[in-house]
């Protein structure tokens, strides 16, 4: 009995050393999570998504001990701050939940002198204060935030540095590529990819635009679920706001980059097909910034660095 029980800690020990994630966040030992402070204010939906993207969640003071490593974070950065939490009503109103389901009636903290108040009836986001209290918000005005995510041991960090299954090392150009069949516009697609530590995907070689049209043969039509154009996909570049004159979001000319190979009759230069995409081909075209589309990821293997949890 004693020895099982010696093997049985031994093994939670060994679990818990084997913890990893994005060396951007800071390990709790208390908390058993992992957590990073947002200090550009965003409104909320911009806050989730961000969070989400890099693989956590906007943090909640769901525990007394998540409760206290956020307010440690808010003390250290700003004690004026005031942050968003994930506690929100978004989806039906005065219906309260964190982002992983708790009610808010679970949630033991206390409110803010007069509120919740519900203001002019448009509240529905909760903000922590650095004196430990809540207040509702409405959700589009902008707060910084804290992203969270809990101790897991099942999750492993792959040869791209990353717990994200869906990037893969490519020994040709020694880079890691996702490709991202739900499709985002322009903007949002940049999120993604730079949440995720790696940047729309900018082709540097011919080398490099097979090892793209490669990984997008891997995806015929049917596996794209949606209604948008399936042939075409984003990459990182565009016009920045200048005519004609498309460069990387890296700022080089395609041209430096060291790839511009255009399919015939691109870029079409239609005034609002400002962004850049790839055909199946593996040839470029100009298209639409705000029509969602598919688009691929890259990242260097080294980044962002990894860390282990530290007891
Ligand atoms: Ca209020
Ligand atoms: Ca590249």
Redesign the pocket.
């Known amino acids: 009995m004693k020895s099982s029980l010696k093997y049985f800690v031994l093994l939670l020990c060994l679990k818990f050393i084997e913890g990893s994630f994005r060396c951007d966040y800071e390990y709790s030992s208390k908390a058993q999570a992992w957590f990073k402070s947002v200090v550009v204010p965003a409104n909320w939906f911009d806050a989730r998504l961000r969070c989400s993207q890099e693989g956590a969640v906007l943090a909640s003071p769901k525990t007394p001990e998540i409760l206290a490593e956020m307010r440690n974070i808010m003390n250290r950065s700003n004690p004026e701050y005031e942050i968003f939490t994930g506690i929100h009503a978004t989806v039906s109103q005065g219906d309260y939940y964190t982002i992983e389901g708790t009610p808010l009636s679970n949630i033991l903290v206390p409110w803010s002198k007069n509120e919740p108040d519900n203001k002019d009836n448009v509240e529905s986001c909760i903000t922590l204060n650095g004196n430990g209290e809540l207040a509702d918000r409405p959700c589009e005005v902008t707060r910084p935030y804290i992203c969270y995510r809990p101790e897991s041991s099942q999750v492993e960090v792959s040869e791209c540095g990353t717990i994200d299954p869906d990037y893969h090392l490519d020994k040709r150009?020694n880079?890691c590529y996702k490709f991202h069949t739900e499709p985002r516009n322009f903007s949002r697609a940049f999120l993604a990819c730079s949440a995720e530590g790696g940047h729309l995907?900018?082709?540097?070689s011919d080398a490099?635009a097979t090892v793209l049209k490669e990984i997008y043969a891997k995806y015929p039509d049917a596996k794209l679920l949606g209604n948008f154009r399936k042939d075409l996909a984003f990459i990182g570049f565009h016009d920045w706001g200048e005519r004609w004159v498309y460069r990387t979001i890296h700022g080089e000319t395609l041209k430096e980059a060291g790839y511009n190979k255009f399919s015939p009759g691109e870029p079409t230069n239609i005034p609002e097909q400002t962004c850049g995409g790839i055909y199946r081909t593996g040839l470029l075209l100009d298209l639409w910034c705000d029509r969602p589309a598919a688009f691929f990821c890259?990242k260097s293997p080294g980044y962002p660095v990894v860390c282990r949890a530290s007891p």
């Open positions: 150009t880079k995907a900018i082709i540097n490099e890259e």
